[in-house]
Nanobody
């Protein structure tokens, strides 16, 4: 059974940093592409970043490019999202999710293409 657990959220002032972690269960984790999405109150899922199962392909939404960095450790079964220069508009619940198959710059951004999701971690950025 696939399990993804996010951690690392919290309250931070604008301009601050947070590091989110997505921990996966099982030996098969290294076979998963992982995406980060966020959902602000009253809004739908918004793509943030994604990383291929090998870590060789990485994708970002333009709104976070140069501020956020996604990385993975397939030995520890984790995917991290380092978030710097945070803005109040980054406030949301952040989710990691699994996508099987081939990931590219088009399909990485589509939430419906991800089949397992974590429970989410709240990130709040105060102005």
């Amino acid at each position: 059974q696939v399990q993804l657990v996010e951690s690392g959220g919290g309250l931070v002032q604008a301009g601050g940093s947070l590091r989110l972690s997505c921990a996966g269960s099982g030996r098969m984790f290294r076979g998963y592409n992982i995406g980060w999405f966020r959902q602000a109150l009253g809004k739908g899922y918004e793509f943030v970043a994604a990383i291929s199962k090998t870590g060789l392909s990485i994708f970002y939404d333009d709104s976070v490019k140069s501020r956020f960095t996604i990385s993975r450790d397939n030995v520890k079964n984790t995917v991290a999202l380092a978030m710097n220069s945070l803005k109040p508009e980054d406030t949301a619940v952040y989710y990691c999710a699994r996508r099987l198959g081939t990931i590219n710059s088009d399909n990485a951004k589509t939430s419906a293409m991800y089949d397992y999701w974590g429970q989410g971690t709240q990130v709040t950025v105060s102005s």
